[in-house]
């Protein structure tokens, strides 16, 4: 197993995760095998229990695993399926330790961070490392591990440690470091300044690990001169020194690492230059461009509780990129915070609700995502609404799809209190309940989670055909209410349909307004399975409904036979 892994310096942020997965990429294209694990170095067990807008989103693999934001850049980039040991925390590290101390496996000893610790972070990563991530049975030829925070942070030095003795048990021909820095400009002088880095480089040798690698993070292309101290003064090959400089969008960063002979440095390292191949990127060079050249643009109204922060729906904004990218039209996404559409807005902040309606009204979808709490729901029911009343093309995705029932209950039904439990616990009419098999004392792994069966009760109904007409679809899930299966057939008679169940056929997957153009909501979340070039069938769904493609698409797909 060879193993790079990627640190980073200076500041968070830089996008560690996207060049790990970009290198990823790279390696991919010459014909290697990849894996990805990605260090967090938080105590929480994983990302299941944090605020979006402390962390983003948490992304869901098939497996159940609630883990860090990147993952998803990691299966988007590398087309591999993880799983939850992928992501390594502090505290699953310290829990396994914890267990085999009270079981009395280091009976006799005492229990340290070092070795124990660094131990099993070693093991850990060791073992993950040979689970097949991409449908073959054999492991993979390299592993891209991402070591989240900076060097130097106190949480992470048992990483750092564990990192120093595996790459001096495996040998310098099995182990490549990428250091990701900052090269900042002052405004006063304009220059490229390096101390930084020089800085942070220092202190990761004092660590014991060298890097054989610089990725340098800048605005602008380094200059030579700049490369050449960086070289000098962190003891790398000027030929090492990466720029991954601002650009259009993330799909040229591999593009941008081949055009510097990243992937020939890596090789070297690895002694993998006969086997490997010339990296072919066809496919990610005219997605890459065929984005940069796209004029028509589709605006979406995307209706949330998170728009503060948009990492927070990172996976939703890919899912809608690839279904754009899949039309030819580019995403110009309208935020709107769910709370400025409610009435009481118009009255405390006037301005904010005259803007969120006006931009609601001019989109040509609604997107109303995945979220926990009230706060901001009823502004999400307007939006349903004025979606439903007006034929806009909606989607709405786990809560998206809750509020759409809750709405419909309300103004069709005439169930004026109509609501979840989650929201009123004392509701006479509870549309949306909470799941028999839900825990309420702990909330860490304890909703709906990882990949389901959902059937599909019909083929006449758009889900089915943008599916292509399949009998069933395996989507991941995250959510610990559902609709109360009570009030369906009620729901029903008045309109509504439940084409999509899951295999027991008591719970609610997939909603749709027969007379609506597009009106979806479903209980899972597809865009964590969009990739490039194979967008999500209903994000695709929706900007076909948005363009007025729809139909023609539907057709098309029926005389292909798919």
């Not at 589709?298 to 899949?326: E, F, N, P, Q, W």
């Not at 009343?389 to 209950?409: D, K, W």
């Not at 009620?490 to 999509?500: H, I, S, W």
């Amino acid at each position: 197993m060879k193993y790079v892994l990627i640190t980073g310096g200076v500041v968070s942020g830089l996008g560690k995760g996207v060049t790990a997965s970009s290198i990823g990429v790279v390696l991919k294209a010459c014909g290697l095998r990849v894996t990805s694990i990605k260090i967090d170095p938080y105590l929480n067990i994983d990302a299941g229990t944090m605020s979006p807008f402390e962390h983003g989103e948490v992304f869901v693999l098939d497996d159940g695993g609630e883990v860090d934001l990147d993952l998803g850049n990691y299966e988007r980039f590398l087309d591999v399926t993880l799983t939850k040991d992928n992501n390594i925390t502090t505290g699953k590290i310290y829990q396994s330790v914890l267990e085999k101390e009270r079981k009395g496996d280091y009976l006799g000893k005492t229990v340290q961070v070092v070795p124990h610790i660094t131990d099993a972070i070693r093991n850990w990563i060791e073992s993950v490392a040979l689970i097949p991530v991409d449908g073959n049975e054999d492991p993979a030829d390299v592993c891209v591990i991402e070591l989240g925070g900076t060097v130097g942070d106190i949480e992470s030095m048992p990483f750092i440690e564990a990192l120093r003795q595996l790459s001096f048990q495996v040998g310098p021909d099995n182990f490549c470091l990428i250091h990701v820095s900052l090269i900042p400009v002052l405004g006063v002088v304009g220059e490229q300044k390096t101390k930084p880095t020089q800085h942070s480089v220092r202190e990761l040798r004092a660590l014991g690990l060298t890097p054989h690698l610089l990725a340098s993070r800048s605005a602008e292309p380094l200059l030579d001169s700049t490369k050449e101290k960086l070289s000098q003064f962190c003891h790398v090959p000027i030929n090492n020194i990466l720029n991954i400089h601002d650009v259009p969008n993330i799909w040229h960063i591999p593009l941008l690492l081949r055009n510097q002979n990243a992937h020939h440095s890596i090789l070297q390292q690895f002694n993998l230059l006969s086997r490997a191949t010339p990296p072919d990127l066809q496919q990610w060079t005219e997605m890459a461009e065929s984005y940069d050249n796209l004029t028509e643009s589709v605006r979406i109204a995307m209706v949330g509780k998170y728009v503060g922060l948009t990492d927070s729906y990172l996976s939703v904004v890919k899912a809608l990129l690839h279904a754009c990218v899949a039309r030819s039209v580019r995403p110009s996404i309208d935020w709107i915070a769910a709370s400025d559409l409610e009435d009481d807005s118009a009255e405390s902040t006037p301005e904010a609700h005259a803007a969120a309606w006006k931009t609601l009204r001019s989109a040509a979808c609604v997107l109303v995502p995945g979220g926990f709490g009230d706060r901001g729901v009823r502004g999400m029911m307007l939006a349903a609404k004025y979606a439903r009343e007006n034929n806009v093309p909606y989607l709405g995705i786990c809560l998206g799809m809750q509020i759409s029932v809750i709405e419909f209950a309300r103004s069709v039904l005439g169930w004026e209190r109509a609501n979840s439990v989650e929201f009123d616990a004392q509701t006479p009419n509870p549309v949306v309940i909470f799941m028999p098999e839900g825990s309420r004392t702990h909330m860490g792994s304890t909703m709906r989670l990882g990949s389901r069966r959902t059937l599909l009760h019909t083929r006449d109904c758009i889900t089915s055909k943008l599916y292509g007409s399949s009998e069933y679809v395996d989507e991941r899930h995250r959510h610990r209410y559902e609709v109360n299966p009570d009030v369906i057939e009620t729901l029903e008679e008045a309109g509504l349909k439940f084409v999509g169940k899951d295999e027991s056929g008591k719970r609610m997957e997939i909603l749709e307004h027969p007379s609506h153009p597009f009106f979806v909501g479903v209980q899972f979340h597809p865009e964590f399975k969009s990739r490039p070039g194979r967008p999500s069938a209903l994000f695709l769904g929706l900007i076909l409904a948005a363009t007025g493609k729809l139909e023609e698409h539907i057709t098309s797909i029926h005389e292909n036979g798919s």
